[in-house]
């Protein structure tokens, strides 16, 4: 490093590049850059620019001014990241990763729930007899193998793969798991399932990345009744992360909850076609924990999400089997309990979302399901997820 002392009233670059430029108050003043308007600074400050290698732009650059202290051990020891820079990168990457998640794992006790009770309706013949006026009514019920049915208990098994990408943060993000459920019925028009899941996300930006595995329950109800439907859920996990940075490499735990409401109503459009219009809700809080290495002693953070659904899904039934697609639009709210984790969270606001799936009956009684989703379109948070489900008639 070459230190010059310049007591002329300028400074000139003559070689383009990246260039420092600082110095040390040694009594209040100004400093200005060109035709920049001067920076005030008191005495002891230490003033600097990052200039880059635009020329044409230097005749316009505006002084910052720093602390002196922090600014020279940044500047000239090259730190790296601080404890608490270290947990508010986790906490924004994996809060990231953890919104499309939950949205993927909503859609599949949506989509379970609503094929167990269809199963159950499709396998159920009720007949009444009686005989004079004062004989009881009976039901009598017969039950045939149906997809993913045992008894009273629909079992199901999804593989689930997604991919997010945070332009505004340049952040890229990738995800495999897999979830297994099954529900009983607690009334005529309403199952309660429960079902665990594993899933594996990574992370990577410019200067952290992160690694690590989620592993969450998640029990759920679903309702039918005519043309009314409704899902309920409620997930709990706990996750355990590995964060590199240029500082070195450290762990963290995480804890997520998360409730889930939605529903839609049926109109028949004809010819096999049904719209649904939905609303949905979703609320949730996850908590990143510092544990070893440089995430060490960087104790707790807490993020807060919420988002609102509006939309529409159209279904064509056939033959084969059932076709949709859906287009919504989310609203989305995020919030961290400190303002540099805040700074790095995903944008708020209203995005669109599209869906595109079906399902299948093969000939040795295996359902497929599949699904895609396209998600924070008109956004800088774009995330892709699909699913493939499996169920079995036994």
Partial sequence: METVTVDTTGIELVDAGDYVVFFQATSSGSASW???????????DLVYQNNGGDTSRWDARSWVVASFIDTAFELLLATGPTTEEELANLMAATSGATLVFVNSARNVVRIQGQASLVARDQQMTATRAGGGSNADL?????RNSQTGLVGNLYTWAEITGLRAEDDANDRDFTGRGFQIGGDVPISPNMVAGLSFGVQDLDVSGPSFSQEGVLRYLQPYLAYQSGPWSGEANIIYGLGEFTQTST????????RLAALSLSGGYDFDMGDGLTLRPTLGLTHGTEEVTGDTG???GAGSTTVRFTEVSLGGRLTRNT???SFFAGLHADWQDTSGDTQIVSDLLAEDGWTGRLELGGSFESDNGLLFDTSVELG????????????LRLAIRF
């Avoid at 500082?247 to 995480?254: E, Q, V």
């Avoid at 379109?377 to 997820?385: E, K, P, Q």
């Fill in 247 to 254: 500082s070195g490499t450290g762990t963290g735990d995480t």
């Fill in 319 to 321: 033959a084969h089997g």
């Fill in 138 to 142: 009976v039901t009598v019920s017969t």
């Fill in 376 to 387: 924070g379109l008109g956004g800088d948070f774009h995330s892709t997820s699909g699913a």
């Fill in 294 to 296: 440089t995430l060490a």
């Fill in 34 to 44: 060109g035709t920049a308007p001067s920076t005030t600074y008191a005495d002891g």
